[in-house]
């Protein structure tokens, strides 16, 4: 049986409380998870960086058992609660791994907080403002579906159709639907805020991109404009892997991250 995580709350600078979860041994390695959703994006996963890593991951407020104050959402934000997580639990640095939104957060804890950030993992993610890929009004227009409709376009975003027949779920990557009306709205709004492109030369860590060939959700051409921004970084591509490319091609995925990791 896999170890559950120790369950810790640290104090955000405004006076928020964030959960936190730590898992596994050795070198820290902080987890970033996509909009909306709590540390139960990484569950299916956790368990292969465990055996070398000491896992970290927290549910971003808003989310999970971490406060959803009514303010306070962006991805500078959201960055800051992330650099009082490593803080409050004594971490003075840490690998870093964010996907999706979680890569946007990931980009201004490498910018913002860079003593805290040791190497960098950005998955599925971009660089936000006027020079990101769009993902087209055909997705946006998917996704703002009310009920079952939406969310079975949001999981053909994630996942291909062969992978989700021989997998019939639970899927944890389609958000905390204990979040209230206003965190979720703050969530979409942060990510939608983004925009890194200016300072992203500044990152100083050794940085690794991930992103799958046949992302509609986050298009694959983000992946090259992160690269050209950040000085030392280089872009791994999964074929034929959507939005969620680290759980549906969990093997591979994990596999180039943990190479990455061990330098």
Known sequence: M???????????????????????????????????????WWGPVRRDFEAGH???????????????????????GFAADAAAVLAGL???????????????????????????????????????GP???DRGRTV?????????????????????????????GPYPVVGDPSMPAHARAGHLLASHRHDA????PEI??????????????TPVANAGLLAARIPDSRVELIEGA???YFHEFRERAGTIVLDFLAG
């Open 197 to 200: 492109w200016d300072r992203l």
């Open 2 to 40: 896999d170890p559950v995580p120790s369950e810790h709350v640290v104090t955000a600078a405004d006076g928020s409380r964030i959960a936190c979860q730590l898992a596994g041994s050795g070198p820290a390695l902080l987890l970033l998870a996509g909009q909306a959703n709590d540390h139960g």
């Open 90 to 128: 004594g971490i003075d640095r840490a690998d870093v791994y964010g996907t999706s939104m979680g890569g946007r957060v990931a980009q201004w804890l490498a910018i913002e907080h860079p003593d805290r950030v040791a190497r960098l993992v950005l998955g599925c993610t971009a660089p936000g």
């Open 131 to 133: 020079h990101s890929i």
């Open 140 to 168: 946006r227009r998917g996704l703002a579906q009310p009920g079952e409709a939406g969310r079975e376009f949001l999981l053909d975003l994630m996942y291909t159709p062969a992978w989700r027949a021989a997998t019939p």
């Open 54 to 76: 000491t896992t970290i991951t927290l549910d971003c407020r808003g989310t999970g058992a971490s406060d959803r104050p009514r303010e306070g959402y962006s991805t500078r």
């Open 242 to 244: 959507r939005h969620a």
């Open 204 to 217: 100083g860590a050794p940085t690794l991109i991930v992103h799958g060939t046949e992302d509609l959700m």
